[in-house]
């Protein structure tokens, strides 16, 4: 079956069960109505990702290592400027 001219109108034929439906943007849903969208397994796939964020967690983030060698920088000038007081007086 070919699309005919008027298929980027606001209704459109699902491609499951080709109910007409109303979208504006078709294509970001496969030509799928609300009810074929949802059953597809593509929210499931979603749990996974939420699983590596979880995992994610666990390592040290980027703002801890900048705040370590914030600290190391810190300490070393105070101990430089130590050996200076020291060697002066
Ligand atoms: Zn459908």
Avoid at 36 to 45: D, G, I, V, Y
Avoid at 50 to 79: D, R, S
């Amino acid at each position: 079956m070919t699309q005919p001219k008027y298929y980027k109108a606001i209704w459109h034929n699902c491609n499951v069960c080709r109910i007409h439906y109303m979208s504006d943007q078709p294509h970001l849903r496969a030509y799928l109505c609300d009810d074929c969208w949802k059953t597809l397994p593509h929210f499931r796939a979603q749990q996974p990702k939420k699983e590596n964020k979880m995992k994610q967690k666990n390592i040290i983030p980027a703002e801890t290592w900048v705040l370590f060698y914030f600290i190391v920088g810190i300490l070393l000038l105070g101990w430089s400027v130590y050996n200076i007081m020291v060697n002066e007086l």
